[in-house]
Nanobody, 123 residues
Framework: QVQLVESGGGSVQAGDSLRLTCAAS????????LGWFRQAPGRERDFVAT????????SYADSVKGRFTVSRDNLRNRVSLQMSSLKPDDTAVYYC????????????????WGQGTQVTVSS
C-alpha cells in the first residue's frame, strides 16, 4: 500500500513553467507505476502522463506531449511532473496515482490516489 501527496501547484501566467511533485509513503514504491491525471471544472478526469516502475518508459497525452515531462526518484519515493509552456487549457486539479505493475493510461487502472493540487494558468 502506498500513500500519495501532491505539491507544487499554483497560479501562473501562460507560457510559464511549473513543477509538481508527488511524495509517496509506504513500502514498495519501486514496484509501482505512477500516473498523473487532471480534472478541469465540469469535466471528467483525464490522463496526463505515466511512468513505469523503473522510470525508463513514459507515456503522455497528446495535449501535453513535448511540454510536460514525468520523472521519478525511487530512492526518495517521489515522482515529478515538469510542466512548461503552460496554457490556460492546462488549468485543472492535478492528481498523482499509483498502481502495481506496468504503466496504464486509464483512470480505472489506478488504485491509489492523492488529494490533488490546483494549477491555474491565466492568459
Amino acid at each position: 500500500q502506498v500513500q500519495l501527496v501532491e505539491s507544487g501547484g499554483g497560479s501562473v501566467q501562460a507560457g510559464d513553467s511549473l513543477r509538481l511533485t508527488c511524495a509517496a509513503s509506504g513500502r514498495g514504491f519501486h514496484l509501482y507505476s505512477l500516473g498523473w491525471f487532471r480534472q478541469a471544472p465540469g469535466r471528467e478526469r483525464d490522463f496526463v502522463a505515466t511512468i513505469n516502475p523503473n522510470g525508463i518508459a513514459t507515456s503522455y497525452a497528446d495535449s501535453v506531449k513535448g511540454r510536460f515531462t514525468v520523472s521519478r526518484d525511487n530512492l526518495r519515493n517521489r515522482v515529478s511532473l515538469q510542466m512548461s509552456s503552460l496554457k490556460p487549457d492546462d488549468t485543472a486539479v492535478y492528481y498523482c496515482a499509483g498502481r502495481l505493475g506496468p504503466s496504464a493510461a486509464t483512470e480505472a487502472d489506478y488504485f491509489y490516489w492523492g488529494q490533488g493540487t490546483q494549477v491555474t494558468v491565466s492568459s
